[in-house]
């Protein structure tokens, strides 16, 4: 067979494979469309339920929407309006130091690599932090999900040790602390495994030669953004959450719009949880860095009990007073003390938990954060 031969040969198998491959398109696109229909049908119902409940907005954010996709509007309707700095802010204002400082010295480069090595930590204990929420949500996962835990455990591993790797040229009295844990410390999962950032060491160890001197008070301002960031993002999403219930207390009937309606609130409380946990975490590691003096953090402590919506305290109080009008004996006591018979039933007014009037850049408008994180919302199931 000479080469001419082979050629035809190949073609004429690389003709028959794609005609083959034209003939039985039909049945792969038929596949695809009836699942695009069902898909789109169900997601179709979800968004008119949540345009009819805020229809009097809808078409405004349907405009920026619109404009936005077209490059006739720079502002992004799918990102949430923050207050004050957030980390990445924070990390930009080091990079510009840094760049400033460059024409004058040689050690601003340093400066700006130290930014973005105590930024990467940041980002690993956020992915740390996701990870563990989800494993604890799903209380009996299936094969497929234990699949796709295991795989982000395992980028994460790989990214801790990139982190190891750096840590040494930063920080090597972290790497020898690490070195004198019992085995039984560092044989645990990557989401429990800790960093050792200048927060978790004391002073001592945070002023030897073998901590730059600059970490420090970089994970200060960087601790500072996280925690405006992480507060931003608690506001937002329990007010979606409250906003989520009334609708589905109100609106949502039968079991379909029941089901959808309860597993959108269990992602906005999901959202909550992971907002909260990032503010603990960040406010107990700036109290590390300033020496344990809570006057000196700047920022409140935040309990379980303060993460309410605001007007979950006004239905507290309702209730209480329901509650204090069977008690007869206690509410004539009150009224020959001079009290209110009804505790709490004629207060003018309530003073909800500190995180709704709590900024350090300003005061919050509630209304104006609502109505942010529901458009928010709207655009991305619009999109």
Not at 127 to 152: A, F, H, S
């Amino acid at each position: 067979m000479g080469p001419g031969s082979h050629h035809d040969i190949l073609e004429d198998h690389i003709s028959y494979w794609n005609w083959n491959k034209v003939t039985g398109m039909g049945a792969i696109l038929k596949r695809r469309l009836i699942a695009a229909v069902e898909e789109y049908q169900k997601q179709f119902e979800s968004w008119m339920e949540f345009t009819q409940s805020q229809k009097q907005h809808t078409p405004i954010w349907k405009t920026m929407v619109d404009e936005y996709e077209k490059g006739e509007s720079e502002f992004n309707p799918y990102a949430s309006p923050v207050s004050g700095k957030t980390a990445q802010s924070v990390r930009l204002e080091l990079a510009k130091e840094a760049q400033e400082k460059a024409l004058q010295e040689m050690k601003a480069e340093e400066r700006q690599m130290s930014g973005n090595f105590l930024y990467f930590a940041l980002e690993i204990e956020q992915q740390q932090r996701e990870l563990r929420e989800d494993i604890l949500v799903v209380k009996t996962p299936t094969n497929k999900q234990l699949t796709g835990m295991l795989d982000r455990r395992t980028k994460l591993t790989r990214q801790i040790r990139r982190f190891r790797a750096l840590q040494l040229a930063y920080m090597p009295v972290s790497l020898q602390i690490i070195a004198t844990l019992p085995p039984s410390q560092m044989q645990v999962n990557a989401e429990d495994l800790p960093l050792y950032l200048p927060s978790m060491l004391d002073s001592e160890q945070r002023s030897s030669d073998l901590c730059r001197a600059c970490l420090p008070e970089m994970e200060i301002r960087l601790r500072d953004g996280q925690l405006n960031e992480s507060l931003n993002h608690l506001r937002q999403a329990l007010l979606v959450k409250q906003r989520m219930l009334r609708y589905k207390k109100t609106n949502a009937r039968n079991q379909g719009a029941t089901t959808r309606s309860r597993a959108l609130i269990s992602r906005q409380e999901k959202k909550v949880k992971l907002a909260a946990k990032t503010y603990q975490e960040a406010w107990k590691a700036k109290l590390a860095l300033v020496g344990g003096d809570r006057d000196r953090v700047g920022w409140k402590e935040l309990l379980q009990e303060h993460i309410i919506c605001m007007e979950d305290l006004q239905d507290t109080e309702k209730k209480r007073a329901k509650a204090m009008k069977h008690k007869r004996r206690e509410a004539a006591r009150r009224a020959l003390d001079g009290e209110n018979p009804v505790q709490g039933a004629r207060e003018k007014h309530r003073v909800p938990s500190w995180i709704w009037h709590f900024s350090t850049e300003g005061e919050l408008a509630q209304d104006k954060v609502l109505y942010d994180g529901l458009r928010i919302e709207w655009c991305k199931s619009y999109a």
